[in-house]
């Protein structure tokens, strides 16, 4: 029994790994740049910045953990890589990569953008206005935008998602990874926890809604909607329309050089009057008559339209990475584009130890510069000393030359 169960196993496993299909990988070895095209859509402002292929500044290999890094602060930064031209139409889509934002990045993207064949005639093109099927990863700007963009175009237009993914802001590597399912679901990980999940009709606003007001229906002539009413038998108390806004100041006292021929009769400054309520309201009580508020009735909108087809795009035959940064440094690598989960985690299996390395080498960094600081702060210290001592000896001889004169 348990061999049959072991075979079966084995058998699936087999079969899944033999009809699944990668589409895209890159670790970004020596090679990187024969697949990959740099764009440069702001050359005519300088605006463009510069690509390198780089480990960063603490890693766990040096060359296992290459990727490609934007190097010059306040730049765009534009490059897209071609790749076997398919549709996830019946398929998972899985897209995943690593980010690592080692320079405490303030504010500038770190998304990718799968991107149809119909959209370039030449990948030296791409750009801002490039038309993409799906934009997926981090952005940062300040406090307000810490967000993981999920963004699906359909039927021209590009649509948000409506939930709040947060993105990872420190300065070692994470994973990201979108799944797209041909049931209309979605998943979002993130350093293989997931984050967020759904329906793609649920969360994006790619069809009409299900339900809108009725363009019949309209609010009754008699509906009452105040909640409160003034008391009818509430009434005004006696003289209160008598008590004045203001009163002469009861403690203000005539100046001793005021002349009243040549200033006038002198008159006391006025004051808020303490016992002024202002004008009077009648108090307020609960509306017998009060409905509720009033809701629209909602029908169901005739131009709704169920779409299993939501996730499918026909065409997706470039990868490209399309961004503004202000401080440059962040590291893309690991990019995988396949039709199975189990074939991304096979390729991120080195991820949970790249980031070990990782802090492992940025903490012997900063425990470094933290010992280089004190070293220089104790001989700036000695320094002063030293100089302080050069004062006072010399302030020393000048008064024994003073008491040898005298």
């Known amino acids: 029994m348990l061999k049959s169960f072991l075979f079966l196993v084995v058998c699936f496993l087999f079969l899944q790994a ?53 190097t010059e602060d306040a730049k765009f930064y534009t490059i897209s890589a071609e790749m076997e031209d398919f549709s996830n139409r019946d398929k998972t889509l899985v897209l995943q990569f690593i980010v690592k934002h080692e320079q405490n990045i303030d504010c500038g993207g770190g998304y990718v953008k799968l991107i149809p064949a119909s959209a370039l005639d030449n990948q030296e093109d791409f750009g801002p206005n490039t038309e993409y099927n799906i934009m997926f990863g981090p952005d940062i700007c300040g406090s307000s935008t810490k967000r993981t963009h999920v963004i699906f175009t359909h039927d021209g237009t590009n649509h948000l998602i409506k939930k709040d993914v947060k993105c990872e802001t420190d300065e070692y590597s994470h994973l990201y990874r979108l799944v797209v399912n041909p049931d209309n679901t979605y998943s979002v990980s993130i350093d293989g926890e997931e984050k967020e999940s759904g329906s793609l009709e649920e969360d994006w606003d790619m069809l009409p809604p299900k339900e809108i007001e009725d363009p019949e229906a309209e609010k009754p002539a008699d509906w009452v909607d105040e909640k409160q009413i003034p008391d009818p038998e509430d009434s005004k108390p006696e003289g209160w329309d008598d008590i004045p806004a203001e009163i002469a100041d009861p403690d203000a006292e005539k100046p001793d050089d005021w002349d009243d021929e040549l200033d006038g009769e002198w008159e006391a400054p006025m004051i808020p009057n303490p016992e002024f309520k202002g004008e009077w309201k009648p108090k307020m009580i609960d509306n017998p008559e009060y409905k509720g508020e009033w809701e629209h009735p909602m029908i169901p909108n005739p131009d709704f339209k169920e779409d299993p087809d ?15 940064q202000v401080k440059a440094g962040t590291i893309f690598d690991d990019f995988i584009v396949t039709d199975s989960v189990e074939e991304a985690d096979a390729f991120a299996k080195d991820f949970e130890s790249r980031v070990e390395g990782e802090k492992a080498m940025k903490k012997e960094q900063d425990e470094e510069l933290k010992k280089k600081q004190e070293e220089e702060r104790k001989a700036k210290e000695a320094e002063e000393e030293e100089e302080d001592e050069g004062i006072v000896e010399a302030d020393d001889e000048l008064d024994e030359e003073d008491k040898a004169e005298l």
């Open 18 to 70: 033999t009809f699944s299909k990668i589409y895209f990988q890159e670790k970004f070895d020596d090679d990187w740049e024969k697949r990959w095209v740099k764009s440069f859509p702001k050359k005519d402002e300088d605006g463009d910045g510069e690509w390198a292929v780089s480990a960063g500044k603490f890693y766990n290999d040096a060359e296992a953990d290459k990727g490609l890094q934007t």
């Open 310 to 324: 939501l996730y499918a795009y026909d065409s997706h035959k470039y990868l490209g990475i399309e961004i503004w």
